[in-house]
């Protein structure tokens, strides 16, 4: 018969395991010199956020004083844009994963530790 507990903390090490070798992975990969790697991973530590800059500039022209009222009209659109798509677009990057990985392996050994 097999022990619930043991099942699991089987399982647990699988996952430990995994996201180890993954974060060994990340490290390697950001250790590598070539000119197009870099590159490629220059645009996943840098990702774009096209959110928050129609968001920055929706409040720009929200502010602007103009008499016509075209900018305000403009602006507020701009603004909820902006925030859409933050919701919606992923602007993580490498080291947003990264973190995430270290994060949810500590918790998988804190709790390992924990039950053993």
């Known amino acids: 018969m097999v022990d ?3 099942a699991r903390l089987e399982k647990l090490k699988k996952f430990s395991d995994s996201a180890t070798r993954r974060v060994n992975l ?25 959110g928050k800059k129609l968001q920055k500039i929706g409040f720009l022209m929200l502010w602007v004083p103009e008499p016509t009222g075209v900018t305000c009209a403009i602006g507020g659109p701009m603004i909820v844009a ?16 990264g973190d995430q990985t270290k994060n949810n392996m500590s918790t998988i050994s804190d709790f390992k530790n924990s039950v053993l």
């Open 26 to 50: 990340y490290s390697e990969v950001c250790g590598m010199d070539d000119e197009h790697t870099a590159r490629s991973l220059g645009s996943l530590q840098k990702a774009p956020a096209p």
């Open 4 to 6: 619930p507990l043991n």
């Open 82 to 97: 902006g925030r859409y798509l933050d919701k919606k677009y992923n602007s993580s990057t490498l080291h947003d994963i």
